[in-house]
C-alpha cells in the first residue's frame, strides 16, 4: 500500500466542509485524510513523508472544453496568433515552407490568424495567398476555425465553385467581385476540402495527443475535457482508437473526457452501437465519453454566430445557425433516447434560445438529471440567463475570450447589446454552474490565463484599464471553482474530482506562491512546481 504525506503546505481544498488542511495524506492514488500542521496523519512507518516547504496545494484543474488532438495537430502547423498584417502572414507560412523544404504539391497549414489583429482587418483571400505559394495547397484558419482562406491551388484541387452555395448548409463559399470564389471558406463550406486534406495514421495521432498532454501537465491541468471527432473529417474511428488505445497501454498523459460530436441522427446511432460498451464501463479513470457536442452556430469574430437582431453595419447579417429549429428537436431527442448529456456550441443569443427551447421539449418528454450545457454562451440577457438556471444547464465559458474580443464586441454588437456579453459573475449569481476552459487552440491552454483573465476581465497586457465591464469580475475562489469543481459537476465527477477530500482522486497541484495573496494581474504568472495525477507525481 503506497503512502505519501504531504507537509507543511496550504491546502485550499475546495470542499465546503473543510476548506483549508495543512497535511494531506494520499493512499492508493487517493486522498486519505486532510489535517492540520497538529495532526499526526501517517498510519504505518513506511510512508514517503514530503516537506512542500509552505507552498500551495489545489485540486488539479480540469479544463471544460478544447480541443487536444487539434492542439497536438497544430504544432505541426504555421502558427498565426501573432501576425498583424497580410504581409507578415505570407512571411511566416513562405519561411515555415523554406525552413522545412515542404515539397511542391504537399499542404501547407496555417493556424490562428485573427482578422481583427490584422492591418486589413479582413479575411485573406486567395489573392492574398496565391502570394504564398501557386504550388502549394495552402490553407489559413481563422483562431476560431470556423472560417478559412485557400489559395487558389487548393480551391481547384477541390473544386470548389459558386454552385457549391446552394449545396451547402449552414455554410458559406464567399465570392469576389465577378462572382467566384475568393478563397475564404466558413462553416460547413470548409468540409468541400475535406476529403483532400492530408490524412494521418493512428500513430500520428497518439503523438499528438501525448505531446498535447504533456504540455497541458507542465501548467497544471490534470483533467481536460475535449471535442476531437471532428479534428479529421471522416476520422472518428481512428481519433477513437488512438485514444483507447493509448488508454489501454496507461499511456494518456492527462484524464480527458471526449465531448462527442456527431451531427446527425445517423451518427449518434451508428456510433453509439459501435462504442457503448466503453460507455458503461471505461478503460481507464484517464477516459471517458459524453456528453454529445452540437455545433448550433459560429463565432461573433467571423460573424456567423447566430443573432436575433443583425450584425451592426450589417443589416442583412444574422449569423450562421447550423440546424433548423425542427432538425435540432430530433436530433436532441435522439441524443435523449440514447440517455447522452448534450453541450452546445452556443454563441449568439439566437442559437442559445433556439437551443433552449429544443432542450424545454426533451425535457418535459425524458425528464432526468442530465446537466445539459451551453459552451461559450456568449451573447445572452437576463431572460436568457434566468432560463438557463431554471433549466439547470450549465455553461462553459473561456475567460480568455474577454481579452481578445473585447473589442470587437462594440464593433460586432453595438454597446448595448455587449453589455450582455460573457456575464458570467450574473451567472454565477444566479446559480448557474459555470466552468472555466480555453477552446485551445482558439486561446491558449493555459488555465493561469484563464483564470487571471476571469478575476481582471483583462487581455495578457492588462487592458482595458479597470477591467472590462468589471461588474463581471469573479474572485479568486470562484475563479478557481470554475477551473475544479464546476468543471467535474459538468460530467458528473464531483463525487471523484474538483476538490480534495477523503475519497476523491489524488489529483493536485502545487503552486510557489498563494493565489489570493498574489496581485490578481500576476495570477498568470504562478509557478507550478509539481503535479499529482491519482497521487503520482507527474511533474
Ligand atoms: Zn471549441
Not at 100 to 128: A, M, S
Not at 269 to 297: A, E, H, M, R
Not at 463 to 492: D, I, Q, R
Amino acid at each position: 500500500m503506497s503512502e505519501i504525506l504531504l507537509k507543511n503546505c496550504r491546502v485550499y481544498t475546495m470542499d465546503e466542509s473543510v476548506p483549508y488542511a495543512e497535511q494531506i495524506l494520499l493512499k492508493n492514488g487517493k486522498i486519505a485524510q486532510l489535517g492540520t500542521r497538529d495532526d499526526n496523519l501517517a498510519s504505518n512507518n513506511s510512508v514517503q513523508e514530503m516537506d512542500l516547504g509552505g507552498q500551495t496545494v489545489l485540486p488539479g484543474l480540469n479544463d471544460s472544453h478544447l480541443h487536444l488532438l487539434s492542439y497536438g495537430m497544430a504544432l505541426s502547423t504555421v502558427d498565426l496568433s501573432d501576425v498583424s498584417s497580410f504581409r507578415e502572414l505570407i512571411a511566416k507560412v513562405q519561411n515555415y515552407i523554406d525552413n522545412n523544404n515542404i515539397p511542391k504539391h504537399e499542404w501547407v497549414i496555417g493556424q490562428g490568424f485573427d482578422e481583427e489583429n490584422l492591418q486589413e482587418k479582413d479575411f485573406p483571400t486567395r489573392e492574398i495567398l496565391d502570394q504564398i505559394s501557386q504550388c502549394h495547397p495552402v490553407i489559413v484558419k481563422r483562431k476560431c476555425t470556423h472560417v478559412s482562406g485557400v489559395n487558389s491551388y487548393a480551391l481547384d484541387l477541390a473544386g470548389i465553385t459558386a454552385e457549391d452555395n446552394e449545396k451547402i448548409e449552414g455554410g458559406k463559399v464567399y465570392l469576389d467581385q465577378d462572382g467566384k470564389p475568393n478563397g475564404v471558406l466558413a462553416e460547413n463550406a470548409q468540409n468541400l476540402l475535406s476529403h483532400i486534406l492530408p490524412s494521418y495514421s493512428e500513430k500520428d495521432l497518439e503523438k499528438y495527443i501525448k505531446l498535447a498532454g504533456e504540455a497541458f501537465i507542465d501548467k497544471g491541468l490534470t483533467s481536460v475535457q475535449s471535442d476531437d471527432l471532428k479534428a479529421i473529417p471522416g476520422g472518428e474511428d481512428m481519433i477513437m482508437n488512438a485514444y483507447l488505445s493509448l488508454a489501454e497501454k496507461g499511456e494518456l498523459p492527462v484524464k480527458v473526457n471526449l465531448q462527442l460530436q456527431l451531427s446527425s441522427e445517423e451518427e449518434i446511432t451508428t456510433f453509439i452501437q459501435k462504442y457503448s460498451p466503453y460507455f458503461q464501463s471505461s478503460v481507464t479513470d484517464y477516459l471517458n465519453f459524453g456528453p454529445l457536442k452540437v455545433l448550433l452556430d459560429g463565432s461573433l469574430g467571423g460573424k456567423t454566430a447566430a443573432l436575433r437582431q443583425p450584425y451592426l453595419g450589417d443589416q442583412e447579417n444574422f449569423g450562421i445557425v447550423t440546424y433548423t429549429p425542427e432538425s435540432l428537436d430530433s436530433l436532441l431527442d435522439c441524443a435523449a433516447r440514447h440517455h447522452l448529456q448534450i453541450a452546445c456550441h452556443g454563441i449568439g443569443d439566437y442559437a442559445i434560445e433556439l437551443f433552449l427551447d429544443s432542450i424545454d421539449k426533451i425535457q418535459a418528454k425524458f425528464g432526468g438529471d442530465y446537466r445539459h450545457r451551453i459552451i461559450h454562451c456568449q451573447l445572452t440577457d437576463l431572460d436568457l440567463i434566468n432560463r438557463i438556471a431554471r433549466q439547470n444547464i450549465s455553461v462553459d465559458a473561456q475567460p480568455d475570450f474577454v481579452g481578445s474580443d473585447y473589442g470587437l464586441l462594440e464593433e460586432r454588437l453595438g454597446f448595448a447589446r455587449s453589455i450582455n456579453t460573457y456575464a458570467w459573475k450574473t451567472m454565477l449569481d444566479k446559480g448557474i454552474n459555470v466552468s472555466g476552459s480555453s477552446d485551445c487552440p482558439v486561446e491558449p491552454f493555459d488555465p493561469r490565463l484563464g483564470i487571471k483573465a476571469a478575476v481582471t476581465r483583462q487581455d495578457a497586457n492588462n487592458n482595458p484599464c479597470g477591467g472590462w465591464h468589471p461588474w463581471e469580475k469573479v474572485s479568486v475562489f470562484e475563479a478557481l471553482k470554475m477551473y475544479t469543481v464546476n468543471s467535474a459537476y459538468a460530467t458528473f465527477e464531483e463525487q471523484v474530482k474538483g476538490k480534495l477530500a477523503p475519497g476523491y482522486c489524488a489529483d493536485m497541484v502545487v503552486l510557489e506562491e498563494d493565489p489570493y495573496s498574489t496581485p490578481p494581474q500576476e495570477l498568470d504568472s504562478l509557478s507550478v512546481n509539481k503535479v499529482f495525477i491519482n497521487g503520482k507525481i507527474v511533474k
